[in-house]
């Protein structure tokens, strides 16, 4: 559900996020690359990826995502997450993040897209074990 609903959200965020959304966006991604436990840096990957979708002004689109929110902290995934959180994982969360970040700082709908997209996509493998 993720995959369907994020990538238009941050590709929408991209067009119409104000330079208060873009702050705080930044200081999400800033926090969870301080991040030193998987406590932490989910915590910090939850409040970016919520401050992403808010900065797409859109009341439905935000209802969505705190429903999908809802199932993504329940503790089947919240389980998952933990069991296939490794250094090397978050790196490259770490890394995508950033990217996603720089896109919409560019104001680059399609870039963000694309990056939010193929993040998600890294995640889902990860969590159901395909690679």
Not at 27 to 38: A, F, T, V, Y
Not at 63 to 81: E, Q, Y
């Amino acid at each position: 559900m993720r995959l369907l609903i994020e990538p238009p959200v941050t590709a929408l965020a991209a067009r119409v996020a104000t330079q208060a959304d873009l702050d705080r966006i930044k200081h999400c991604l800033d926090q969870g690359n301080r991040s030193d436990d998987h406590e932490s840096f989910e915590m910090w990957d939850a409040r970016l990826h919520h401050a992403i979708a808010q900065a797409a002004h859109n009341g439905l689109l935000m209802c969505v995502f705190d429903v999908v929110t809802t199932a993504r902290n329940s503790p089947v995934w919240g389980s998952l997450k933990r069991r296939t959180a490794t250094p090397e994982r978050l790196r490259c969360y770490r890394a995508e993040h950033t990217e996603i970040v720089e896109a919409l700082h560019d104001r680059d709908p399609e870039a963000a897209e694309t990056r939010m997209r193929r993040h998600l996509e890294h995640v889902s493998d990860n969590l159901l074990g395909r690679h």
